[in-house]
């Protein structure tokens, strides 16, 4: 994996600051890369472009057509089924509430007639309101891509980004696997799926396509960024907007609406369009990745299956920022109203962009999959198992019914598509997740809410990275390099004052803690949470392991502290239930038990915990079944052939009596492991402890979860709860969703208005809801068992 250094950058060359790092080998920063202009070696001393590298850059960067659809889609006699479709429903609901008021009580033949007439005028009346929605939907959603706009605006950032970003990093083999894949099947689209973080993203992800000769993207936005200038100049760089709600009565599809996005990009697809949209809908609010939304994969993936199209190359694509452009959104964590976007908000956010440093920016684009061949997989994991249907492309069909997943309720649906298309989505935002760089302010983050929330030496925490640094080596993407020290110092400077505060010692050292603030510490988190997904498990198994420990009082002088494995296992595998619309926790692919088992040996490996031959044999019999597992898993993930059973490598049977074992001199690392998902911990089992108000009463959702975050606020500030970062609206709005997959809670629609229910076994009585408490307190990290 490579490692970077951040250079820095003006409008002019600036000399490097004292503290600045610079990328590394096999890197590239765009801001420096200007391959069309004549540079390295010059063309000629009579080139212009030596001269004027940004403008040559921009302007002979390659050239593509980009042909407009509306036209096609407007044609379509889909379209034009549907538009009938919605006329029909207008006309059947005006029917309805005429027949509701009594009008249509004792007609003679001659008002039926007349009534018959009048419905036929209506219908003829609605037709045409349909037809002309159509084309006024179609106009505001339509992108107009083209290369003007694209030359321009590249000319732009080459100018204004190096104001406030030091760098732009790719890797120069990821581009160059990109260029081989669009080169190889010129007529296959490319679907880029990024990571959402910031605003930034709709154009940084087209900035680097167009000016390493690839044709750019149609880019799905969300209709919010229609403000004056800023909407149009995102249309012209390829942004297609779509309302943030499509449906805007709940419990009623747009049918219209529905069709003529669905059709729009299947013809996009057809007419050689790549696409780019954000599998997980919004920007994440809280630093980790957001569960995936399949309402677009499910269009593309129809399109295939249909034959549309032949196929289609998946791109995921991580982003990440050193300091976020976007500021933070703490206000919407701390259940705050969100401000709306609007031409001022956009002009102040980028004066205050242009006078500010927000360090590096890193794009990674994963290796591209073929959607044919993810059909292919799943098919043969199904084959297998027997446990998933078998999906056939299928020649497009009309039906009548509604479908209640697909985007497009009269065309192709993919009602049964919806577990390859949820497999699909989970997948690539895993894919992300692992592939995303860590950054420097990732790192000190983490470190600070883990291991040094009281706060350390620079020295203390330069040695923490080290650690970090070494566990992270090989797994993922780290990017920075240099000396530990140094980078703390410079992760501390971006993360600025109010996230971070610098003293002095009686001995003179630097200090360097969490400001303290509700505020300061849910900004934190949102950096930390980069790194968060790549010890989810370890930190579910720990936490696990801990609970079922026996308390040191239980234990005498000549017994070890240590449970079963297999309890462990089976109690976290109950664990990760709760965190299922926190974290994706392995790939569908993946069996997660297997996967709990790999992170089990990484922890003993790391001599968190140990087994029992620990004491009186060396390590190897260990290396070599968690080597086993590893190729088990290997075998697993790459669907190779093979007749053995994973568990077979194990040779161990499970058993009950104690077989791992506390290993009391890393205490203190195992309690940084158990903190990374604590602070979620906290806030579902105080949602659960909340779910008393609920007792024959019911609640709309938004006061039950003001009452929530009143309590959450109520226990940070009396520090019965140790994490201020637990004060998070998503967190509270996932525990919801566990509860109601367990069917401990009912939220039924009620005139728009959704409503908060206990359900009949819970409703009855008080005390079945203590066996939800305990359930949820399993996740909660257990400090006061005497080892701690």
């Given at each position: 994996?490579?490692?970077?250094v951040?250079r ?5 060359e600036e ?25 390295k ?10 001269y004027?590298?940004?403008?040559a ?26 538009i009938?479709q919605a006329?029909?429903?207008m ?15 004792n007609r003679n ?13 209506d ?6 309101k349909?037809e ?17 706009l ?5 000319w732009?950032?080459?100018k ?10 790719t ?5 160059e ?18 990571l959402h973080r910031?605003h930034?993203d ?8 167009y ?5 750019s ?14 909407g149009?100049l995102?249309?012209?760089l ?9 449906d805007?009565?709940v419990?009623?599809k ?6 003529v996005?669905h059709l729009y990009l299947?013809?996009a697809?057809?007419?050689g ?6 599998i ?8 980790k990745?957001c569960?995936?939304?399949?309402g ?6 129809n399109?295939?299956m249909d ?6 190359l ?6 990440n ?12 964590q701390?259940?705050e109203k969100k401000?709306p976007?609007?031409?001022g908000?956009?002009i102040?956010?980028?004066?205050k962009a242009?006078?500010s440093?927000?360090?590096?920016m ?6 591209p ?9 799943y098919?043969?994991?199904?084959k297998?198992?027997?446990s ?10 009309l039906?009548?019914n509604?479908?209640t ?10 009602e049964?598509h ?10 690539v935002v895993?894919?992300?997740a692992v592939?995303?760089s860590v ?15 009281q706060?350390?030496?620079d ?7 080290d ?9 993922k993407?780290?990017?920075?390099s ?5 980078i703390?110092?410079?992760?501390a400077?971006?993360?600025?004052e109010?996230l971070v ?7 003179g050292?630097?200090i360097i ?26 930190s579910i198994?720990?936490?696990t392991?801990?609970k ?22 089976e109690?976290?595998?109950e664990n ?25 040996d ?17 390590d190897a019999?260990?290396e ?16 190779l052939d093979q007749?053995?059973?994973?568990n077979?490598?194990?040779n161990?049977e499970p058993?009950?009596?104690p ?8 205490i203190?690392q195992?309690?940084a492991?158990c903190e ?12 659960v402890n ?5 007792y024959?009463?019911?609640i709309l959702?938004?006061e039950?979860i ?6 959450l606020?109520?226990?940070v500030n ?8 637990s004060?998070s609206?998503?967190s509270?709005r996932n ?12 939220i039924t629609n009620q005139?728009g ?7 009949t076994p819970?409703e ?14 399993n ?10």
């Amino acid at each position: 994996m490579s490692e970077f250094v951040i250079r820095t950058r003006g409008w002019f060359e600036e000399p490097k600051r004292e503290n600045a790092l610079a990328h590394g080998i096999g890197t590239q920063n765009m801001l420096d890369m200007t391959p069309h202009a004549g540079r390295k070696p010059y063309n000629s001393i009579f080139d212009w472009g030596v001269y004027f590298p940004y403008i040559a850059q921009a302007t002979r960067s390659k050239q593509f057509c980009y042909p407009q659809v509306s036209n096609l889609v407007q044609n379509d006699p889909l379209l034009q089924r549907a538009i009938k479709q919605a006329a029909e429903q207008m006309l059947k609901e005006k029917q309805t509430n005429s027949a509701n008021s009594n009008e249509d009580l004792n007609r003679n033949s001659e008002s039926k007639d007349s009534y018959l007439e009048d419905s036929m005028a209506d219908y003829q009346q609605f037709l045409n309101k349909q037809e002309r929605r159509a084309i006024s939907i179609l106009k505001d959603m339509r992108s107009t891509l083209n290369n003007f706009l694209l030359a321009l605006t590249s000319w732009i950032l080459y100018k204004l980004l190096p104001c406030f970003l030091s760098g732009v990093v790719t890797h120069t083999q990821q581009i160059e696997m990109l260029k081989a894949a669009s080169e190889k099947a010129p007529g296959i689209p490319l679907i880029f799926l990024p990571l959402h973080r910031s605003h930034l993203d709709y154009i940084m992800v087209t900035f680097i396509l167009y000016n390493n000769d690839i044709k750019s993207p149609l880019v799905a936005a969300g209709n919010n960024l229609q403000i004056p200038v800023f909407g149009e100049l995102l249309r012209g760089l390829g942004a297609f907007f779509i309302k943030r709600k499509i449906d805007p009565v709940v419990g009623k599809k747009d049918i219209l609406y529905r069709a003529v996005l669905h059709l729009y990009l299947q013809h996009a697809l057809k007419m050689g369009h790549n696409v780019e949209f954000f599998i997980e809908g919004g920007r994440t609010r809280t630093g980790k990745p957001c569960l995936p939304k399949g309402g677009i994969l499910s269009v593309i993936v129809n399109a295939f299956m249909d034959g549309t199209i032949p196929d289609a190359l998946i791109v995921p694509v991580s982003v990440n920022y050193e300091k976020l452009v976007d500021g933070n959104f703490v206000r919407e964590q701390k259940g705050e109203k969100k401000v709306p976007e609007s031409f001022g908000k956009a002009i102040s956010g980028i004066w205050k962009a242009l006078n500010s440093k927000y360090g590096l920016m890193r794009i990674d684009f994963n290796e591209p999959y073929s959607i044919k061949e993810l059909v292919q997989s799943y098919n043969k994991i199904a084959k297998e198992d027997g446990s998933m249907r078998i999906y056939k492309p299928s020649a497009r069909t009309l039906q009548h019914n509604q479908s209640t997943s697909s985007l497009y309720g009269t065309d192709v649906v993919c009602e049964e598509h919806r577990n390859l298309i949820d497999s699909i989505s989970r997948q690539v935002v895993f894919d992300c997740a692992v592939a995303t760089s860590v950054m420097s302010t990732n790192a000190l983050a983490f470190l600070l809410l883990t291991r040094y929330r009281q706060g350390a030496t620079d020295i203390e925490i330069a040695k923490g990275l080290d650690e970090l640094r070494t566990t992270l080596k090989g797994r993922k993407d780290i990017g920075f390099s240099g000396e530990s020290s140094h980078i703390v110092n410079y992760a501390a400077d971006l993360l600025g004052e109010n996230l971070v505060v610098r003293s002095k010692d009686e001995n003179g050292c630097t200090i360097i803690r969490p400001k303290g603030t509700v505020e300061s510490w849910i900004e934190l988190a949102y950096y930390s949470n980069t790194i968060t997904p790549h010890f989810a498990l370890q930190s579910i198994v720990l936490t696990t392991f801990h609970k079922l420990l026996p308390t040191s009082d239980e234990v005498n002088e000549k017994q070890e502290p240590g449970v079963s494995r297999k309890k462990v296992i089976e109690m976290a595998l109950e664990n990760c239930e709760v965190y299922r619309y926190e974290y994706i926790l392995n790939k569908p692919t993946q069996v997660l038990a297997n996967m709990l088992e790999l992170a089990l040996d990484e922890l003993i490996m790391q001599g968190f915990i140990k087994t029992v031959q620990s004491d009186n044999q060396t390590d190897a019999p260990m290396e070599t079944m968690r080597m086993a597992r590893a190729i088990a898993s290997y075998i697993e993930n790459n669907d190779l052939d093979q007749d053995e059973d994973p568990n077979d490598f194990d040779n161990l049977e499970p058993t009950d009596e104690p077989d791992i074992f506390l290993v009391p001199e890393t205490i203190n690392q195992q309690k940084a492991v158990c903190e990374v998902l604590a602070p979620f911990a906290q806030t579902y089992y105080i949602v659960v402890n909340s779910l008393f108000i609920l007792y024959k009463n019911s609640i709309l959702e938004s006061e039950f979860i003001k009452f929530v975050m009143k309590e959450l606020h109520e226990k940070v500030n009396k520090q019965l709860c140790p994490y201020a970062e637990s004060i998070s609206t998503d967190s509270v709005r996932n525990c919801l969703k566990v509860l109601e997959k367990w069917f401990v809670i009912e939220i039924t629609n009620q005139s728009g208005l959704r409503l908060l229910a206990l359900r009949t076994p819970y409703e009855a009585s008080r005390d079945s809801l203590k066996s939800i408490v305990q359930r949820m307190s399993n996740v909660v990290p257990l400090y006061d068992n005497g080892y701690f």
